[in-house]
């Protein structure tokens, strides 16, 4: 890895002393230190440097020297960060988080380290039912945070991610009535249509249930457009309605409403990829 420019060196000291500051810890800025203090500066001078493998073997060694003072658990928590966000091990990162939210009697820091946990075990772990249980929690410990809307979402997402449909449109409808009028209210009536639209897609022979669950998903997006007339993703709603149209062999009103779509849906190549394929189911059924 390319060392920083020297424009950048100084933004990522100061940053390391912002840390310092935040932790209590200013101290350790200053000219005369031994022992666990300079184990931590080198650690820190090391993580200024890209070299963060070893910048995290040097802040393990102060997480063990110190386990319960601040600057073991600042340790620990860089420790965690740095492999989370520098070198993509994931689980040590989780483990060390889970680890510093235990011992930390600071009540900020350790929701700050609950929230990273969320983040990994959703968007870079993949670890779903892992991720309810955790978000979960964080919403009886905090149902009125600012995050709320957020988390209870990604629990409804967790469970479609993991095929849980009635339990995803059950968790999303959950956040339209708690959350109303906010962003993921939004977000998760359009979901509610995409849940249904892909419970569909796994019930292509089920004795027509696949073709209800299409009507279904139909409906929900119809509903959002009532609701969210202005909303950025009513052309992805218009697109679901044509796709729910395509899948139930209405080949008409599919193409009527996927050419509509031209000059507002933000892939203009899957449009005329769609228009071709109807053309050519129509062309074979003609034969």
Not at 96 to 115: T, Y
Not at 188 to 204: C, D, K, L, S
Not at 208 to 215: D, H, I, L, N, S
């Amino acid at each position: 890895m390319a060392k920083l420019d020297t424009a950048t060196r100084p933004r990522k000291r100061r940053s390391a002393i912002v840390l310092l500051a935040l932790f209590g810890l200013g101290g350790l800025a200053g000219c005369s230190v031994s022992g666990t203090k300079k184990s931590y500066l080198l650690a820190e001078q090391l993580w200024t440097d890209e070299k963060y493998a070893a910048a995290v073997a040097e802040f393990e060694k102060v997480a063990a020297k110190d386990p319960n003072g601040k600057l073991g658990l600042m340790a620990l928590y860089r420790a965690a960060t740095t492999e989370a966000y520098f070198l993509s091990e994931y689980g040590d990162a989780i483990v060390k988080l889970r680890a510093f939210a235990d011992a930390s009697q600071d009540s900020a820091a350790v929701w700050e380290a609950q929230k990273q946990i969320g983040e990994l075990l959703f968007s870079k772990t993949e670890q779903y039912d892992q991720a309810i249980v955790h978000y979960r929690s964080l919403l009886k410990l905090k149902a009125d945070a600012p995050e709320a809307p957020e988390f209870l979402f990604r629990v409804g997402k967790s469970h479609f991610f993991l095929w849980q449909f009635a339990e995803a449109i059950h968790v999303y409808t959950e956040v339209m009535k708690r959350f109303a009028g906010s962003f993921w209210a939004e977000k998760a009536m359009y979901e509610i249509g995409v849940t249904y639209f892909t419970r569909g897609e796994q019930r292509p022979g089920e004795g027509g249930r696949g073709v209800e669950a299409y009507q279904d998903a139909m409906d929900a997006f119809e509903s959002f457009l009532k609701r969210h007339p202005t909303s950025t993703m009513v052309p992805l709603a218009r697109f679901g309605i044509a796709s729910c149209l395509e899948e139930m062999d209405q080949l008409d009103a599919a193409y009527h409403a996927y050419e509509a779509l031209k000059g507002s849906y933000p892939s203009p190549n899957v449009i005329e990829i769609k228009l071709i394929r109807i053309r050519e189911r129509k062309a074979q059924r003609s034969r």
